[in-house]
């Protein structure tokens, strides 16, 4: 099949410029001011903005064993409303994906029922539990491309060696949780003076900050990728910098939620504001933004970590940490950093979509003739209210519900073909 997009203000080449883009079945054929050629599919993507499609390096799936909470459909149709063409699941599910039959179980699910690419993070440690090694030698077989015990942190620094070493022999990355079980306690938000108002107990950054610091020796040692997950204070952010300084192999991610959210959002009580790492102060959350404009922060990743109505109606103290992130990511990004001029839109591009496809070695993430037609348009114009009626996860832990942010994914395609579509978008003839 032939697919022509026509007018679009394409990001090719660094910079936003008119283009027209002819898809020729799963790969992107040829990038042009204007091209009249015959297609079966014409898109007119006039007065609209074109994006190669997101990847997402830290989604939470939860299936197997807790679709109640969001399976593998529901989820990629969310990451395709939002713009994402690639998914990348953590492995805590139940049970914990540290096989090669749940890693298969995955893809082949992904691959006839999902709206888009899902790669597959296998575990670390058995279960989780940070006790044995996990068999990665058969997952790797299978198709994972990374291993974490994310949801959780091996506190064993000589397991966690002994793990890092092992690993580094095929070439993946570790990615660490970053938190120290005995100082975060039974913290419910970042230790500080809002915890104190609320009295509720605090996990202090340092429990994230020693864990940072430990992994990176731990990588030295073993000459492994290390990959840090949902970075969120300085010092952590100061750490990876001098690391990447040294020329260790360190990179990290930073959710939207700590790029645009501080510790006083939780004075409300609103558990959709519980997550780990919890909430940040304000220093903290321009770090993260001083990081990530310096290169320190290689990507932006949602942390997607689903959770059902009943699970979050609880007290405080009792609701489960996480935050629903992929259907919100880009235009909130968008309208609360972009149109303030914090950073610029090229910018975001690059760490949701052409940086994480290098970090994985992917033939996509940029829109280049040659490449897989993942494509995203957007219209900057409108905007779009978030709500419970109109999210399409299964769950809406969100703290951005009744918010409206400037921007709408019209339109997300994945390998040539259509994933996620908005009515009013329409545009498309022939």
């Known amino acids: 099949m032939k697919r022509l997009i026509k007018n679009g203000l394409v990001y090719y080449q660094g910079k936003f410029s008119q283009q027209d883009i002819l898809i020729v079945g799963k790969r992107i054929s040829e990038i042009a001011p204007s091209i009249n050629k015959p297609a079966d599919m014409v898109t007119d993507a006039t007065g609209r903005h074109v994006f190669p499609g997101f990847i997402d390096m830290h989604v939470h799936l939860r299936d197997p064993g807790q679709t109640h909470k969001e ?7 969310a990451a395709a409303r939002g713009g994402f063409t690639t998914i990348c699941c953590m492995p805590n599910t139940e049970p914990v994906v540290d096989n090669a039959a749940t890693v298969e179980y995955i893809k082949r699910k992904a691959n006839d029922l999902g709206s888009c690419k899902v790669m597959v993070i296998g575990a670390l440690t058995k279960k989780s539990e940070g006790k044995q090694i996990a068999e990665t030698a058969a997952m790797i077989k299978a198709g994972i491309v990374a291993v974490s015990d994310d949801g959780h942190c091996v506190q064993n620094a000589k397991l966690k060696l002994n793990a890092m070493k092992y690993v580094s022999s095929f070439g993946l990355a570790v990615i660490t949780h970053a938190e120290d079980y ?10 500080g003076k809002v915890s104190t108002m609320l009295g509720l107990s605090g996990m202090p950054s340092l429990a994230e900050d020693i864990i940072v610091a430990r992994d990176i020796l731990l990588a030295k040692s073993a000459k492994c990728r290390l990959h840090l997950a949902h970075t969120s204070t300085a010092l952590s952010l100061q750490m990876v910098r001098v690391a990447k300084e040294q ?4 990179t990290c991610e930073v959710t939207p939620h700590h790029l645009l959210l501080t510790e006083d959002a939780c004075i409300g009580f609103d558990t959709n504001t519980k997550v780990k790492p919890p909430l940040r102060t304000e220093s903290d959350r321009q770090a993260c933004i001083t990081a990530l ?16 109505d009943f699970e ?5 103290t009792l609701a489960p940490y996480g935050i629903n992130g992929l259907e919100t990511a880009f235009i909130s990004l968008f309208d609360r950093l972009v149109l303030s001029e914090i950073i610029p839109l090229e910018f975001l591009i690059e760490k949701m979509a052409v940086k994480p496809a290098e970090f994985l070695g992917l033939n996509r993430g940029v829109i280049e003739p040659g490449k897989e037609a993942d494509i995203v348009i957007a219209d900057l114009t409108k905007s779009t209210k978030i709500d419970t009626d109109n999210l399409l996860s299964k769950s809406k832990n969100t703290p951005f519900l009744g918010e409206t942010f400037r921007g709408t994914i019209c339109e997300t395609i994945a390998d040539g073909k259509t994933t996620w579509k908005a009515a009013p978008c329409d545009n498309n003839a022939g």
């Open 71 to 77: 399976d593998i459909v529901t989820g990629s149709r």
């Open 293 to 308: 404009k310096d290169g320190t922060i290689d990507f932006i990743a949602t942390d997607h970590a689903p959770h059902s």
């Open 312 to 316: 979050k109606e609880h007290e405080f």
């Open 182 to 191: 005995n100082l975060a306690g039974k913290g419910q938000i970042n230790a």
């Open 247 to 250: 020329g260790l192999r360190v």
